[in-house]
């Protein structure tokens, strides 16, 4: 199985940054793309991010467009979400995941991805 690990989070202030490690154990983990979701409390799980297989395409959300940036370290075998100007409204618990379609491009679809890590919170405080 692939596990999917994600760290980083925890409690910030409005306009501060953060960044979230996501970690995969496979060993194919720079075959596939991988994307970051989030989840309030009471609401749906949303896209934020996604990142292509080789980490030359990337994708966002329109809410966190121009504040998160999504990269991959490959030597690492790690994907990175960076934040910054943080808002109240990115409160969630924040979610990595891989899409196994191999040399994906990403998606903003929940259900395209296999594997899921436990989620890593953050909470941005005014």
């Known amino acids: 199985q692939v596990q999917v690990v994600e760290s980083g989070g925890g409690l910030v202030q409005a306009g501060g940054s953060l960044r979230l490690s996501c970690a995969a154990s496979?060993?194919?983990?720079?075959?596939?793309?991988m994307g970051w979701f989030r989840q309030a409390p009471g609401k749906e799980r949303e896209f934020v991010a996604a990142?292509?297989?080789?980490?030359?395409?990337?994708q966002y959300s329109d809410s966190v467009k121009g504040r998160f940036t999504i990269v991959r370290e490959s030597a690492e075998n790690t994907v990175y979400l960076h934040m910054n100007k943080l808002k109240l409204e990115d409160t969630a618990i924040y979610y990595c995941?891989?899409?196994?379609?191999?040399?994906?491009?990403?998606?903003?679809?929940?259900?395209?991805?296999?594997?899921w890590g436990q989620g890593t919170q953050v909470t941005v405080s005014a």
């Open positions: 995941a891989v899409d196994l379609l191999a040399y994906g491009m990403g998606s903003t679809k929940v259900d395209q991805y296999d594997y």
């Open positions: 496979a060993p194919s983990f720079n075959m596939y793309a």
């Open positions: 990142i292509s297989w080789n980490g030359g395409v990337t």
